[in-house]
């Protein structure tokens, strides 16, 4: 019933900028917080930055100051823009959404993820 589906990942230089888009579709009744995970090889995933549904957002240390979640509501899609890359940054990226379906109207925050895209800052 609700598809996330990622794009924007690729290779890219040590300073350079990457923005990634997550768009969800499907039967969705309403959208509360939506944020981007991040997991590299070996380690454990990790939150990267969140945002709520009236635009509180948070961010891991790591990438506060570099990167910057936005959303769009009207399109149910979120941003990730990322500056500075380091090559500390490479990783799979993982799009999140806590969304309720039309059918679930009232029913718990069901947790959706996107199929991921890799990102790599390399020279």
């Known amino acids: 019933q609700v598809h996330l589906v990622e794009s924007g990942g690729g290779l890219v230089q040590p300073g350079g900028s990457l923005r990634l888009s997550c768009a969800a579709s499907?039967?969705?009744?309403?959208?509360?917080?939506m944020g981007w995970y991040r997991q590299a090889p070996g380690k454990q995933r990790e939150l990267v930055a969140a945002?709520?549904?009236?635009?509180?957002?948070n961010y891991a240390d790591s990438v506060k100051g570099r990167f910057t979640i936005s959303r769009d509501n009207a399109k149910n899609t979120v941003y990730l823009q990322m500056n500075s890359l380091k090559p500390e940054d490479t990783a799979v990226y993982y799009c999140?959404?806590?969304?309720?379906?039309?059918?679930?109207?009232?029913?718990?925050?069901?947790?959706?993820w996107g199929q991921g895209t890799q990102v790599t800052v390399s020279s």
């Open positions: 499907g039967s969705i009744f309403s959208i509360n917080a």
């Open positions: 999140n959404a806590k969304i309720r379906t039309i059918a679930t109207m009232t029913g718990i925050w069901y947790a959706y």
């Open positions: 945002i709520a549904s009236g635009g509180g957002t």
